[in-house]
């Protein structure tokens, strides 16, 4: 078994919209990403945050 360790500097530990962080990474458009995001959080029972401004 192998682990992987970060520090906070190098990549900042966000929330758990870090669903969308590839597809933002990607281009996809916010309102897109939300909804992608939205459709995995659901699909593993998890309780989504409210639509970013």
Known sequence: MERLFQENALFPW???MDVEFGLKIAGVKKNR???MAMHYMD???LTPPSMPQ
């Open 14 to 16: 966000l929330t758990v």
């Open 33 to 35: 990403r939300f909804e």
């Open 43 to 45: 699909m593993m029972q």
